[in-house]
């Protein structure tokens, strides 16, 4: 049986559901929002969260308020496939990866109450034992880029590692502070973005630059062209894929088949394809480690639960939400506690600071 078939059957009744906005101001020009779902039916609340990367999109969602046609006794496969024909922005999305952002935060609540409704949870259905979650600290170190960020850090956490976001501004002498460290995990190289604020041009320079002083880190998402795919030969078997991989098939169409993946379940958008993709890779063992997309609510607690059953002992991009904040003080160590709720699909809130919104219906 795949781990697909112990939940796509379970029973869901929903009665109706609301959205709540979320948002953490970061700095003057950028504020974060979220919106949680909460569906609700037989007496429990399932809950999920959409990390789409839109204002626009977020304040659409909260506005318009619960209108879509959920209501009704489902499955949990029956639900997916009804969100699938649903339009779920109305403005339309800015970004085409946004519709499985949201898609999954419905299909997360739905599986949460679906599970809780059953009374049991997720670890207990799929038959894993919750395990403490290893996680990175993902962050970018400003430009011109410094390493004070990690070495502050690392002042209050020694033990704590790093994934990473090169750029061209990352000197020889940032690299050697950063290298000497020997805390970071996961180079990330962004080269697989286009037309977002985090876009990073295929550099052989800097690739090789990296590739050479990190000699023990994933490098994650290059771009791969006739300059860099000489100088990421010889560390081919480190290479890993985060931005393209929303699929089974988008694991087979790969370059090469990776020893590792950042799975970002949030990509897959239904629960079916996150399964699926997690089968694929146990079967050919290729391992995994999980990814987030700054969550603020309880979208953060629901991707370390997956980490815990599926790769709670590899470099998880899940740290809980006070990382995102920049500051080092009293904030969690690696590896987390895992879960204890005895049902649904749920760890905890993140942490962080999060003023509240409510969406008008």
Same mark, same amino acid.
């Given at each position: 049986?795949s ?17 709540e906005?979320?948002e ?20 429990q609340?399932?809950i ?5 990367y839109s204002?626009?999109?977020q ?34 999305p ?10 999954w935060?419905?299909e ?11 009374g ?6 799929v038959?894993?034992?919750p ?30 590692? *790093?994934k990473? !976001? ?7 002498? $940032?690299?050697? /502070?950063?290298?000497?460290? #020997? =805390? ?15 876009d ?5 320079t ?5 590739a050479?002083?990190f000699?023990?880190?994933?490098i994650?998402?290059p ?37 590792m993946l ?33 969550e603020?609510?309880p979208?953060?607690?629901q ?6 059953? *599926?790769?709670p !002992?590899?470099?998880n991009?899940?740290?809980?939400? $006070?990382?995102? /904040?920049?500051?080092?003080? #009293? =904030? ?7 879960a ?16 509240r919104?409510t969406?008008?219906?």
């Amino acid at each position: 049986m795949s781990t697909y078939d112990a939940v796509g059957g379970l029973g869901l009744e929903v009665d109706s559901y609301e959205l709540e906005g979320l948002e953490l101001q970061l700095s003057d020009e950028f504020t974060r929002r979220t919106t949680v779902i909460r569906l609700r039916g037989g007496g429990q609340v399932g809950i999920g969260e959409d990390p789409t990367y839109s204002e626009r999109d977020q304040l659409a969602l909260q506005e318009e308020g619960p209108v879509q046609p959920l209501a009704g006794s489902h499955t949990v496969d029956g639900f997916s496939e009804l969100l699938a024909r649903l339009n779920l922005f109305p403005l339309g999305p800015e970004r085409d990866p946004f519709v499985n952002y949201r898609r999954w935060a419905f299909e997360s609540a739905a599986l949460d109450l679906a599970l809780r409704q059953a009374g049991t949870s997720l670890a207990a259905i799929v038959e894993r034992e919750p395990r403490p979650v290893g996680f990175v600290a993902s962050m970018r170190l400003g430009e011109p880029a410094t390493p004070e960020p990690v070495l502050r850090w690392l002042e209050h956490n020694p033990g704590l590692r *790093f994934k990473l !976001d090169p750029t061209p501004t990352w000197t020889d002498w $940032v690299v050697k /502070e950063l290298a000497d460290t #020997g =805390a970071v995990d996961i180079l990330d190289l962004k080269g697989a973005y286009h037309g977002t604020v985090v876009d990073n041009p295929p550099d052989a320079t800097l690739y090789a630059r990296v590739a050479i002083a990190f000699p023990q880190a994933w490098i994650e998402d290059p771009a791969l062209t006739p300059e860099t795919e000489p100088v990421l030969a010889p560390h081919r078997q480190r290479i890993t894929w985060d931005a393209p991989i929303h699929s089974v098939v988008d694991i087979t169409t790969l370059p090469f088949i990776p020893l590792m993946l950042n799975m970002k379940p949030s990509r897959f958008g239904s629960v079916r394809a996150l399964f699926e993709a997690y089968d694929y890779c146990a079967g050919r063992r290729i391992g995994l480690y999980g990814g987030g997309q700054f969550e603020l609510g309880p979208g953060r607690g629901q991707i370390q639960y997956l980490a815990s059953l *599926f790769h709670p !002992d590899a470099p998880n991009d899940v740290a809980p939400g $006070v990382y995102n /904040e920049g500051r080092p003080r #009293g =904030a969690p160590r690696s590896p987390l506690p895992p879960a204890t709720a005895a049902t649904g699909f749920r760890w905890e809130t993140a942490q962080g600071r999060a003023s509240r919104r409510t969406a008008r219906a």
